[in-house]
């Protein structure tokens, strides 16, 4: 694949496997040596991923496109850093407990960046940093959670079809039903898809 042929999303989202390591959560958390996951895996997983021009988001006919075909009619913006955040330090622990909603998560990082976490099949986190200019979906009964890096600034788009409903349920909450339609249209597939290939 030459440098022409790279995929411009790569540009504002990367997304790699973590260690274990319990330290500071804003960290990149790389395993040694590092290992990347693609955005094609991460599609497989649910997650949805779109590269926008972020100075012009009031006009991007691109973003306009995105919100009419998949209904997102709600939106608004949240700033995620010590200065505009109320009670920053409880919330930032809060985003960071692993979680799900029963609807799907849409954030458009239109300035700064941030780390959003999701587990694969084998229950393995991924890490999926969303900087100016990604926009990134995470399906309805997908575990999840989010800190910010280093920097500790992130301005995100939060869209939303209709009246936006942002309850978490924190692990376990494996008996809702958008938890089972998420395993079974995105994490038992992908098993089923890993013995077919096994048996190939």
């Known amino acids: 694949m030459s440098a022409s042929d790279k995929d411009p999303r790569e540009e504002v989202i990367q997304a790699w496997y973590m260690d274990d390591s319990d330290e500071d959560q ?5 395993k040694n040596p590092k290992e990347f996951v693609s955005l094609d895996k991460l599609a497989e997983l649910g997650v949805l991923s779109w ?6 988001y009031e006009t991007d006919e691109e973003l306009k496109k995105i919100r009419e075909d998949r209904g997102y009619s709600y939106l608004d913006f949240c700033e995620v ?6 009670n920053y330090e409880e919330k930032i622990k809060n985003f960071f407990e692993e979680h799900l909603h029963t609807d799907e998560e849409i954030r458009y990082a239109v300035a ?3 780390y959003f976490d999701v587990r694969d099949g ?5 890490r999926i ?5 990604g926009l990134i979906v995470l399906p309805a009964g997908c575990y999840h959670r989010f800190t910010l890096d280093t920097d500790n600034y992130i301005k995100a788009m939060r869209l939303f079809v209709g009246d936006p ?36």
Not at 26 to 30: E, K
Not at 81 to 86: M, N, Q
Not at 172 to 195: C, I, T, W
């Open 165 to 200: 409903v942002w309850t978490p349920y924190n692990r376990p909450h494996d008996h809702l039903p958008a938890r089972k339609e998420y395993v079974q249209g995105f994490l038992q597939k992908e098993a089923g898809d890993r013995s077919i290939n096994a048996a190939a």
């Open 51 to 56: 590269r926008l021009d972020a100075d012009n």
């Open 26 to 30: 804003r960290l990149p958390h790389h």
């Open 81 to 86: 850093c010590p200065e505009k955040l109320p």
């Open 129 to 133: 940093w969303v900087k100016k200019g």
């Open 112 to 114: 700064g960046s941030g």
């Open 122 to 126: 084998n229950e393995k986190w991924i």
